[in-house]
């Protein structure tokens, strides 16, 4: 009998269920384990930065690898008596004065309260070979990884604010404009003041050496600007929508 099947058959009402086990999931978990609520973690194993190496700016476990870092947590958590399940939650609806949460694989479970913590998901630049790299040498957060790219040969795809970004970590940095919009006077000034290269034009791959670490963008015109990290500005979509009408 599966973990599931048990908490189903003692129709079991938790105090509270933790849609999402990530940090910001597993720490509530803690929290109210803590305070002697009973806990379920129902997490679908696929957090955000699980492709990077290292989670930093992180006090006290600064560089851990992200997946060890939940780990160590999901151990905390369990600690304290809360329960960490592997499954996806497709459904929460009310259910007299809780809810009712309702798993993929058809499992439910009674809860008094729910804690959504499931995270978001990036919607990278479709850019082909550039969604393979992403976390290792495609990255888009200064303070996750600028330390860790300072001084070397950075692209910036279309983004300004980025490009002002990353130009504290590197002299050598290029703007790719690729598909943004027109740059003003003023930011043109800015960049020149601080040396960051501008290249016009679509990027329509990257280029990877033959260790597999990025050696370039290609353009449309089909030349190709040698960069050893790219940073983009992912957009980003909510983790779908489950929540039924609360009303
Ligand atoms: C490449 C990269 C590197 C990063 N590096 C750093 C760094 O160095 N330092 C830093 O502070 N921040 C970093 N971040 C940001 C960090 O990843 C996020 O701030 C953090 O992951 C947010 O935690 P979270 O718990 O909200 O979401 P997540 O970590 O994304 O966790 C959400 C969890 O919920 C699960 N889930 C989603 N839907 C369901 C469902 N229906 N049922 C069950 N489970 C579900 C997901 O699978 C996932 O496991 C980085 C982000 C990226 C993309």
């Excluded at 050696?215 to 779908?240: E, F, I």
Aim: proline share 3%; aromatic share 6%.
């Amino acid at each position: 009998m599966s973990e599931f099947e048990l908490i189903r058959d003692g129709e079991q009402a938790w105090d509270v269920v933790v849609v999402g086990g990530g940090t910001a999931g597993l720490s509530g978990a803690l929290t109210l384990a803590r305070v002697r609520r009973s806990v379920l973690v129902i997490d679908k194993g696929e957090p955000r930065n699980a492709p990077a190496a290292g989670a930093h700016g992180v006090l006290g476990r600064e560089g851990i690898s992200p997946l060890e870092l939940l780990r160590l947590g999901r151990e905390e958590v369990a600690s304290y008596g809360g329960r960490v399940v592997s499954g996806q939650v497709a459904r929460i609806s009310r259910d007299g004065a809780g809810f009712r949460v309702v798993t993929e694989d058809g499992q439910h479970l009674r809860t008094r309260r729910v804690l959504v913590t499931t995270g978001l998901v990036d919607v990278l630049p479709d850019v082909p070979g550039l969604a393979e790299r992403w976390g290792r040498d495609v990255l888009h957060c200064v303070y996750c990884h600028g330390w860790e790219v300072r001084d070397k040969v950075i692209g910036v795809l279309g983004n300004f604010h980025q490009a002002l970004l990353f130009r504290q970590m590197s002299k050598d940095v290029t703007l790719f404009l690729h598909t943004a919009t027109e740059l003003t006077d003023e930011q043109w000034e800015q960049l020149a003041a601080l040396g960051v290269a501008v290249v016009d034009g679509e990027a329509t791959g990257l280029e990877a050496d033959s260790q597999d670490q990025l050696a370039g963008v290609r353009l449309a015109s089909g030349k190709v600007v040698p960069v050893q990290q790219l940073v983009v500005a992912p957009g980003s979509s909510r983790a779908r929508v489950f929540c039924a009408s609360w009303a």
